[in-house]
């Protein structure tokens, strides 16, 4: 699976940016996607998750009730919705896709996209 992050950009504290992901290969819908995020001088850290049905989404505390992860799998496509968007969000954005684990352990990530960055105002 070949991943293509896309949709970043700059935008001021509040506001919104929808993130997509567009993989290649027939096999999109078999694999659980994330999106995970690094801001300078700091780890790569857990975002948020959907399983390959789309029935099950995991949020880290800090975006919940203002992200929302989705899939479309007849487009190969997850989408990372973001709202509210703070200063402390700014960091360049990954997706990432595995087979048979939905978490956030990033070593258990198979495949990776180039990352998008995200730069939010204050």
């Known amino acids: 699976v070949q991943l293509q992050a896309s949709g970043g950009g700059l935008v001021q504290a509040g506001g919104s940016l929808r993130l997509s992901c567009a993989a290649s290969?027939?096999?999109?819908?078999?694999?659980?996607m994330a999106w995970f995020r690094q801001a300078p001088g700091k780890e790569r850290e857990f975002v948020t998750a959907?399983?390959?049905?789309?029935?099950?989404?995991y949020y880290t505390d800090s975006v919940k009730g203002r992200f929302t992860i989705s899939r479309d799998n007849a487009k190969n496509t997850v989408y990372l919705l973001m709202n509210s968007l703070k200063p402390e969000d700014t960091a360049v954005y990954y997706c990432?896709?595995?087979?048979?684990?939905?978490?956030?352990?990033?070593?258990?990530?198979?495949?990776w996209g180039q990352g998008t960055q995200v730069t939010v105002s204050s």
């Open positions: 959907i399983s390959w049905s789309g029935d099950s989404t």
């Open positions: 990432a896709a595995t087979w048979r684990y939905t978490g956030i352990d990033a070593q258990r990530y198979n495949y």
């Open positions: 290969g027939r096999t999109f819908g078999n694999y659980n």
